[in-house]
């Protein structure tokens, strides 16, 4: 059974610190990985890695993935309070379209101002 | 972009009733739709995989008799929390992945903004 695992659940920063999130994986067969930011509703998708080594970027938000050592990161710099959200990574099904995925924990930063 | 719409947003309802939650595919058609169940500042835990036009499929520990779900169109699935109780009351999100021509499975799910059910 594929498995993901996010570390550190709980994070808490100060506005214009600097984090690192981490997503450790094991599957059958990789495709992708994917990163979600849930505020307060409907979580939005961030990134989609598929290869690694390349790092996928949007703003202050970053991402990349190793494939070698089956993890991936997501940084974010400079933090604001509207950051704060639960993130979370997953990985789609192995060969099909309507398998479902797996989520890791997610893991909740907090940035206060 | 892809959209989900859920509703209602948000319902409180008296123990032993039931719920009904919608999830519609607003541009485009799902075969297959998510139902997630989450608990404060914690994951989505899924509850059931629904299928257009067959059973849903239920992950272990989820009382399909309780949570009935239905998939009767490309673009509309529901779930109906039945007798509800006061545990049932928590954050509830479907989810769907728009087709995304070859690498369908591959492509970003799309959420709906989820329904907070508060039974009482």
């Known amino acids: 059974e594929d498995k993901v695992v996010q570390s550190p659940l709980s994070l808490v920063v100060h506005e214009g610190d600097t984090v690192t999130l981490n997503c450790s994986y094991e599957?059958?067969?990789?495709?992708?990985l994917l990163w979600y930011k849930q505020e307060k509703k409907a979580p939005t998708f961030l990134f989609m890695l598929?290869?690694?080594?390349i790092e996928k970027k949007s703003g202050r938000l970053s991402s990349i993935l190793d494939k070698k050592e089956l993890f991936s990161i997501l940084n974010i710099t400079a933090t604001q309070t509207g950051d704060s959200a639960i993130y979370l990574c997953a990985v789609p099904p192995s060969n099909t379209n309507a398998g479902k995925s797996t989520f890791g924990d997610g893991t909740t930063l907090t940035v206060k101002p | 972009g892809a959209v989900v719409s859920q509703h209602p947003s948000r319902v409180i309802c008296k123990s032993g009733t039931s719920v009904k939650i919608e999830c519609r595919s607003l541009?485009?058609?799902?075969?297959?739709m998510f139902w997630y169940r989450q608990f404060p500042k914690q994951s989505l835990m899924l509850m059931a995989t629904s299928n257009e036009g067959s059973k849903a499929t239920y992950e272990q520990g989820v009382e399909k008799d309780k949570f009935l779900i239905n998939h009767a169109s490309l673009t509309l699935s529901t779930l109906t929390v039945t007798s509800a109780h006061p545990e049932d009351s928590s954050f509830y999100i479907c989810?769907?992945?728009?087709?995304?021509?070859?690498?369908?499975?591959?492509?970003?799910?799309?959420f709906g903004n989820g329904t907070r059910l508060t039974v009482t």
């Open positions: 541009d485009f058609q799902a075969t297959t």
């Open positions: 598929t290869s690694s080594g």
């Open positions: 989810s769907a992945r728009a087709p995304d021509g070859f690498n369908s499975y591959n492509s970003p799910l799309h």
């Open positions: 599957v059958t067969n990789f495709r992708s």
